[in-house]
Every structure is written in structure tokens, then in C-alpha cells.
């Protein structure tokens, strides 16, 4: 990777900055946002399967799968920044992971066209339905989005033997708790395995492999599948 294309790269991934350029304290917040005012509370009501806030209070089982996008608020709130700096570095942090994502996809697709891995990587970042996903910090679309280009480009590596099983099971782990934030709206995680069987199928060669890696993916994120399956099955009664 040349120097321009770093460089154009580390600037695409420093968009979020602006969006508080001479709004000095002023955070992206409201009742659909998923950015808390106590990060470290927050997070920490995700590691309960109840929340007892309000009334008797309520199933929390899929807030859980939450854990691992409110981690990244929790570092910076920790070491004291500010609620405006906490909520930039989380958004640079998933803005930049998305956009390297397809940026990786787009070097594996077209590996002698830089341009259009940098035309591509942003047309997947910056486009209508992620302004709404940004506008609102949606911890379900931020971790779909981030995830296909992910695995897409796991399967092609694998199937082309670019990269060895054990590499691949060690990345789908760690993509693995990537994609959990999905599972705060299960269907989105639904939509993450479909695509994910889909391109297993198209590169049927590591079909084995592609097996492996979603058996990895499904028992990292039992923590929230497990809960989150025994309520809604646990109170489905008889007709």
C-alpha cells in the first residue's frame, strides 16, 4: 500500500472529527442513540440478562450482545476524556473499522486497482442508509455492516488459500465478537448468516472451513444467542 492511498485512507477515517468541528461539548445524543452519558454504567447493566431500572423491570437478554461496541466508550471514559471525546474516538473507532474492512474486500476483489478499492471502501461507508446508522450510532447496522465485508473476505482468503485454517479461526474469533452488536436485533444477525452461507456456497471449496468458522462464530457469541433464545422460547406458550 503506497503512501497516498495511507494517507487518503487515515483522512476518510477521521470524518467523524468533523461532525463536531466548533461544537465544542456538544455530543450525537437522544432517545434512539445508543451513546449513554455514563459509559462505565451502561456498560455495566450489559453484563445482566435483567434490567431492574424500571417498574418489576424486564428481560435484558439481547442488550447483552451490546458488551462489546459500550467496551470501546468504556476505555476512553475511564482514563478521563470527556463525554464529546469518548463518543468521537467510538465513532472514529467503528467508522474506521468499516471502511478498512471494505477496503480489505475491495484489495482481495480488485487487487491492482487502488483506486477502486478506495471508491469502493467509501461508497460502503458513506452512503444514504449509513447516515441514518450514524445519526443514530445503531450498535445492530454498525456491527452487520462492519462484519459482511469481514467474512466475505475470510471465505475468499480461505477458499484461496491466502491465509491458513488456524489464522482463520483465530480472525473469525476475534470478527466474531465484531458481529455480537448484531445481536441487540437478532434479525440482523439472521441477515449476517444468510449472507454468510451464500458467499460459503459461491466459494464451495472451503465449504469445510466456512463450517468451522460459523460454528466458531455462533459458540463466541453464545453469551447473548443462549439468553436471548431461552426467553423468547421460554415464553412461547400453547396455542
Known sequence: MNRLIKSVLVVLCLIPVVWFLGRPGVL??????NFPLDPVGWFG????????????????????????????QVVPSLVGASLQVTEIISLVFWFSAILLAAFFLARTLVPKNPMLQILFASIYAINPYMFNT???????????VLALPLFVNLIISLNQNKISLAKGILLSTFFGLLISGAGINPAYFVVFSLVF???????WKSIFKSI????????????????TGNFVFGNIGPF
Not at 440478562?49 to 470501546?72: M, Q
Not at 468451522?212 to 439468553?227: C, G, K, T
Request: hydrophobic residues 55%; contains cysteine.
Open 28 to 33: 450525537i445524543d437522544g432517545s434512539d442513540t
Open 45 to 72: 447493566r450489559r453484563l445482566f440478562v435483567w434490567n431492574s431500572a424500571l417498574n418489576a423491570g424486564y428481560d435484558f437478554s439481547a442488550s447483552t450482545a451490546g458488551t462489546v461496541f459500550h467496551l470501546v
Open 134 to 144: 450514524w445519526e443514530n450510532a445503531k450498535v445492530s447496522n454498525i456491527s452487520l
Open 197 to 203: 452461507w451464500i458467499c460459503a456456497i459461491v466459494y
Open 212 to 227: 468451522l468458522m460459523f460454528l466458531i462464530v455462533i459458540l463466541v457469541n453464545a453469551f447473548w444467542i443462549l439468553p
